[in-house]
């Protein structure tokens, strides 16, 4: 019970976003089977799928920065319902419709309109949260977010073959659920004034590039952060592949039973390491969590036909990945005055996407 006593405390918004994360990510089954729905069902190459994959991350590119923007001159509320609505539409439709590329484009300009209000679903997190608790409620988002995901890819899984449709339109109806609740519990107020918590943190003033550029610290776990996420990237985008190859017929379910573990993994683990790891710094935290996954990937390369080394990789992958993604919210938002986080988080993640595009491209030229 310790365990989850550790997040006690936190206000009653953290804990309405936690459960619309879980909401909405019970219905995310299109996510973890694109590179197969690309591959199996539309019959494109590996080197089409790669591309395919890397010309709509391109296209959602601009999201990020365009969503930081927003974040920080709107309300941050009004944004995220705003784009939850189109996207919604977009999912069910997209699901009616035959399965084409072009039924695939319509899921993705919902999928854009997700991208973009992510910069505000991050900097209202960190608006709502007292400074000394925004690890914990990163923690417990992330950790919603993966219990809504243990479900969803064996189910997409067991509804790939004959019923892929109904996939797309679960994914809108559970975003309208989060949507609800957010709409109707969420109270997004002026906060009280903050001091920033670290020394090297950027202060007010200027442009983004300027408040980035001010803080030696801040630019280092951009970069860090970026190069990670090219490597994150690729794991997802070579995993999915290689199972396909070597399990023609059943490598969907095989996939998704994966990706389950990997959600479980962050269920059981995600509290532990967090009380865990509690006075560890952040920054040490990231670089146990970089070894961790660069481990993983040399039991992933070792693995191939071998169903238990696919396991063996992604726990030691999953256990990297809670290091990280418990941190990097907090970190952020105590390095960066709150009318700029909506864009640091921009453009964080646009820096991170530039590079998964970047590895992604290069490895599609080898197609295998």
């Known amino acids: 019970m310790k365990l989850l006593a550790q997040y006690k405390g936190l206000k009653k918004e953290n804990y309405i976003l936690f459960f619309g994360k879980i909401v909405t990510n019970l219905g995310s089954m299109v996510w973890p089977m694109l590179t197969m729905i690309l591959h199996k069902k539309l019959g494109l190459s590996a080197t089409d799928t790669a591309t395919f994959i890397i010309v709509s991350g391109v296209i959602f590119l601009p999201a990020n920065l365009w969503g930081g923007h927003i974040a920080d001159h709107f309300n941050k509320k009004k944004v995220i319902i705003g784009c939850d609505m189109i996207s919604i539409l977009l999912f069910i439709i997209s699901g009616f419709l035959p399965l084409s590329l072009f039924s695939m484009c319509v899921l993705l300009v919902g999928a854009f309109f997700q991208t973009l209000e992510a910069p505000a679903y991050q900097a209202l997190v960190a608006k709502i949260t007292?400074?000394?608790?925004?690890?914990?409620?990163?923690?417990?988002?992330?950790?919603?977010?993966?219990?809504?995901?243990?479900?969803?890819?064996?189910?997409?899984?067991?509804?790939?073959?004959?019923?892929?449709?109904?996939?797309?339109?679960?994914?809108?109806?559970?975003?309208?659920?989060?949507?609800?609740?957010?709409?109707?519990?969420?109270?997004?107020?002026?906060g009280e004034k903050e001091n920033l918590l670290h020394k090297d943190a950027a202060v007010s003033g200027g442009s983004i590039l300027k408040i980035f550029l001010r803080s030696r610290a801040l630019l280092l776990f951009v970069l860090a952060h970026t190069f990670y996420h090219g490597a994150y990237a690729q794991f997802g985008y070579l995993m999915p592949l290689d199972i396909s190859r070597a399990f023609p017929e059943n490598g969907a379910f095989l996939y998704g039973t994966i990706n389950?573990?990997?959600?479980?993994?962050?269920?059981?683990?995600?509290p532990l390491l967090t009380m865990f790891f509690e006075k560890v710094s952040m920054t040490k935290k990231f670089a146990a969590g970089i070894l961790l996954q660069a481990i993983s990937f040399l039991a992933f390369?070792?693995?191939?036909?071998?169903?238990?080394?696919?396991?063996?990789?992604?726990?030691?992958?999953?256990?990297?990945?809670?290091?990280?993604?418990?941190?990097?919210?907090a970190y952020l938002?105590?390095?960066?005055?709150?009318?700029?986080?909506?864009?640091i988080f921009g453009l964080n993640s646009f820096a991170a996407s530039f590079m998964s595009g970047v590895v992604e491209c290069t490895a599609s030229a080898d197609p295998g």
């Open 260 to 270: 389950s573990v990997n959600c479980l993994v962050v269920v059981l683990c995600t």
């Open 301 to 329: 390369l070792l693995s191939f036909g071998f169903i238990p080394g696919y396991y063996l990789s992604i726990v030691l992958f999953t256990l990297g990945e809670i290091m990280t993604s418990i941190m990097i919210g």
């Open 130 to 190: 007292p400074p000394d608790k925004r690890e914990k409620a990163f923690s417990l988002l992330y950790l919603g977010g993966n219990i809504g995901l243990i479900a969803s890819p064996v189910l997409a899984g067991l509804l790939f073959r004959r019923y892929l449709w109904l996939c797309f339109v679960i994914s809108g109806l559970s975003i309208s659920v989060s949507t609800i609740l957010i709409a109707r519990f969420i109270r997004e107020t002026d």
């Open 333 to 343: 938002s105590s390095r960066v005055p709150e009318q700029y986080r909506g864009r």
